[in-house]
C-alpha cells in the first residue's frame, strides 16, 4: 500500500516563526514559543512531531482493538519529547516518552499487555526508528512580473 502525505507551510508574518500550514484540508499555524524567540500563535514543530506520535498510536491501537472485537472504551495517548544524555553517548540525543491509558473495564491483562505490545508498531513510531531518505529540492517562485 503507498501512502503519500504532503504539507505545505509559508511564513505569516505574524511573529518571527510563525507559519500557517496545510495538510490534507486542513490549515494550522505553527510557531515557536515566546522563549525561543516566536510568537507562541502555534504548536512548535517538535510538538506536531510529538502529536503525529501520539496520534498513530491511538489510531493503531484502535484500529487493532477493532480488529480483534475489544471492549476498548477509549484510548489516551500522550508523548513528551526531550534530548537527553544517555550511558556512554557524549552528546544528547531525541528522546520520546510515551504514556498510555486504555480505558476499558472489561480488557484482561493479557489485552492490556499486547495492545502495548502493538503500540510500538504505529507506523509514524517505525519510521522515527529507522533511518528515512529525506531529499530537498529548490523551487522556483512565480514571476511577478508574468
Not at 88 to 99: M, R
Request: aromatic letters at 6%.
Amino acid at each position: 500500500m503507498a501512502v503519500h502525505a504532503r504539507a505545505s507551510v509559508a511564513e505569516t508574518g505574524q511573529s518571527p516563526y510563525a507559519v500557517r500550514m496545510d495538510i490534507g484540508g486542513h490549515a494550522f499555524v505553527g510557531d515557536e514559543s515566546l522563549t525561543a524567540g516566536g510568537g507562541g500563535l502555534g504548536p512548535s514543530p517538535f510538538e506536531m512531531l510529538s502529536a503525529a506520535l501520539a496520534e498513530c498510536t491511538a489510531m493503531t491501537l484502535r484500529w487493532y482493538a477493532n480488529q480483534q472485537g475489544w471492549p476498548v472504551e477509549r484510548i489516551e495517548v500522550a508523548v513528551d519529547y526531550s534530548k537527553k544524555v544517555v550511558a556512554g553517548a557524549s552528546s544528547p540525543v531525541d528522546a520520546f516518552e510515551k504514556t498510555i491509558l486504555i480505558h476499558g473495564v472489561d480488557l484482561t491483562d493479557e489485552q492490556r499487555t499486547r495492545l502495548l505490545n502493538v503500540a510500538a508498531k504505529c507506523p509514524v513510531q517505525r519510521t522515527l526508528e529507522s533511518a528515512p531518505l529525506i531529499t530537498t529540492l529548490v523551487g522556483v517562485p512565480p514571476d511577478p512580473a508574468a
